[in-house]
């Protein structure tokens, strides 16, 4: 099955902007769907966003809409989410998982079969 691997997050100022990166290794992303999630300290893991590999479905959390973008480039087989106005409270370590939900599911984490080692995300001045 393939793997997703990301990669982009470091430290950045409040108010700054991130993009992370998610590649497929030992397959493509053909057929399914490639989400991002987080988790803060002391927090639940939760849904960020997610984009569908084929076809143009891709969702954002609501509360995330209008600072976070997710998109795809075919051509590199990776998946892109483009953090901007970034926060404090945006600091998580930040996964990438790949699945097949079906649409409606797609913020459900247990339908995600194959997850990044995540990347650490720190806002802070």
């Known amino acids: 099955q393939v793997q997703p691997v990301e990669s982009g997050g470091g430290l950045v100022q409040p108010g700054g902007s991130l993009r992370l990166s998610c590649a497929a290794s030992?397959?493509?992303?053909?057929?399914?769907?490639i989400g991002w999630f987080r988790q803060a300290p002391g927090n639940e893991r939760e849904f960020v966003a997610v984009?569908?590999?084929?076809?143009?479905?891709?969702d954002v959390a609501d509360s995330l809409k209008g600072r976070f973008t997710i998109s795809k480039e075919i051509a590199k087989n990776t998946v892109y989410l483009q953090m901007n106005s970034l926060k404090p409270e945006d600091t998580a370590v930040y996964y990438c998982?790949?699945?097949?939900?079906?649409?409606?599911?797609?913020?459900?984490?247990?339908?995600?079969?194959?997850w990044g080692q995540g990347t650490q995300v720190t806002v802070s001045s």
């Open positions: 030992g397959g493509t992303f053909g057929g399914y769907a």
């Open positions: 984009i569908r590999w084929s076809g143009g479905n891709k």
């Open positions: 998982a790949v699945g097949r939900p079906i649409w409606g599911s797609r913020s459900q984490q247990s339908l995600y079969g194959a």
